[in-house]
Each structure stands twice: as C-alpha cells, then as structure tokens.
T-cell receptor, first 112, second 119 residues
Framework: SQQGEEDPQALSIQEGENATMNCSYK?????LQWYRQNSGRGLVHLIL?????REKHSGRLRVTLDTSKKSSSLLITASRAADTASYFC????????????FGIGTKLQVIP | DGGITQSPKYLFRKEGQNVTLSCEQN?????MYWYRQDPGQGLRLIYY?????DFQKGDIAEGYSVSREKKESFPLTVTSAQKNPTAFYLC?????????WGSGANVLTFGAGSRLTVL
C-alpha cells in the first residue's frame, strides 16, 4: 500500500510563481523526505524533515510537517522551467524506519 | 565517483522467461531497495534489505525474488509468475546504520533505472 499520498497529482504554473504540493501519510515516522524525478530517470533526494521539526528551508524549498494531521507540504518559490519534474514524498516506516515507501507524486510543469 | 549502477538499462523479455536485473553500489550502504514504477504512477516497494543475507518483502513482492549475498549487490529476479512485469524498475540504497532518531540513515540514493518490456 502507498504510505504517502500527494496532492495535487498534477500542477501547471508560470515561471516565477510558487508551487505548493501536499503529502499525507498514515503511520508513525521518524522523518519525512521529498524527492524529485525527471522523466525516465532515478529519484534525487531534496530535503528531509525530522518528526520533531515543523518547518525546514533549503534554498528555494520550504517544507512543513504537521504530525498531528500526518501531513507535509513542499513549497518551491520563484519556480523555474528547470523545476519541471515529478515530486514525491517518502515516509520511512517499519521496525527501524528502513521500510521507505513513496506516494504517487505530483507532476509539476513550469511554463517559461 | 560513488553511486548505484543498474543494468541493463533496457531489457526485453518473452512471456514465461525469468529475467534478472542487476544493482551494484559502491557507497558502503547497508540497506538496499527495489521499487517498481508504472507510467504516471508512484513507486511501489518490491523488496528491501537492511543487511547482508537478510531481506524483507515490500508491498508487491509476489512474482519477484532477490538475494543479498554481498553488501554491494542486490539483484532482482522477475519470474514468470509476475503477471504484468512491464515497468520501470528502480534500485536504491541508504546508509541504514543504526536507529538514531530522525537520522538520515534512511535517505535513499537511486540508480538510473531499468526498463523491462515483455513482448
């Protein structure tokens, strides 16, 4: 079963606008991660937020985590055409938090 | 450069044949993973291994088998029992050391993927 579920499944914005995508999950986690995938390629890790953190920034990325609602959001500010990709949240579970499962992803298109 | 190598990149299989996808890492990671991705879909976990000679089923293990005889290698066999094997297969690894709360021990590094097509 998919642990995380991203919303929306597809998002199209103009260059320079902000893009927000959301992730909901079901079980307890020690951290939540966001990854990016360019078409037909492997995933690349973007940012990790620990379960005791509420917000984290990295460059143009801002991640929030609400463990009471089991949800997270990824904000990409001042988007660029090169940000066009699919974005996935990943939630580690299992006994040692090594079972890493992914949501269905948000496909982001940034129009120049 | 450290990384994960998957081979082959493209593979064609006739129905009824078993095929094995290779995954090798030189990152000295303890944990390794196999995921399946269908067009427009997310990643679904097939198998994962936290340590040599040990592995666990993921969410869609039926029709697949793995081995973990060496730390560097985690091959995936797609058997004839897998009814719909055409997909993009991704291998990943993570440091997997310890259970430090909130640590990055479960941050994944991915290979470039193997695309399997059943003819």
């Amino acid at each position: 079963s998919q642990q995380g579920e991203e919303d929306p499944q597809a998002l199209s914005i103009q260059e320079g606008e902000n893009a927000t995508m959301n992730c909901s999950y079901k079980t307890s986690i020690n951290n939540l991660q966001w990854y990016r995938q360019n078409s037909g390629r492997g995933l690349v890790h973007l940012i990790l937020i620990r379960s005791n953190e509420r917000e984290k920034h990295s460059g143009r990325l801002r991640v929030t985590l609400d463990t009471s609602k089991k949800s997270s959001s990824l904000l990409i500010t001042a988007s660029r055409a090169a940000d066009t990709a699919s974005y996935f949240c990943a939630t580690p579970g299992g006994v040692f938090y090594q079972k890493v499962t992914f949501g269905i992803g948000t496909k982001l298109q940034v129009i120049p | 450069d450290g990384g994960i190598t998957q081979s082959p990149k493209y593979l064609f299989r006739k129905e009824g044949q078993n095929v094995t996808l290779s995954c090798e890492q030189n990152l000295n990671h303890d944990a390794m993973y196999w995921y399946r991705q269908d067009p427009g879909q997310g990643l679904r976990l097939i198998y994962y291994s936290q340590i040599v000679n040990d592995f666990q089923k993921g969410d869609i293990a039926e029709g697949y088998s793995v081995s973990r005889e060496k730390k560097e290698s985690f091959p995936l066999t797609v058997t004839s029992a897998q009814k719909n094997p055409t997909a993009f297969y991704l291998c990943a690894s993570s440091p997997g050391t310890g259970t430090t709360w909130g640590s990055g021990a479960n941050v994944l590094t991915f290979g470039a993927g193997s695309r399997l097509t059943v003819l």
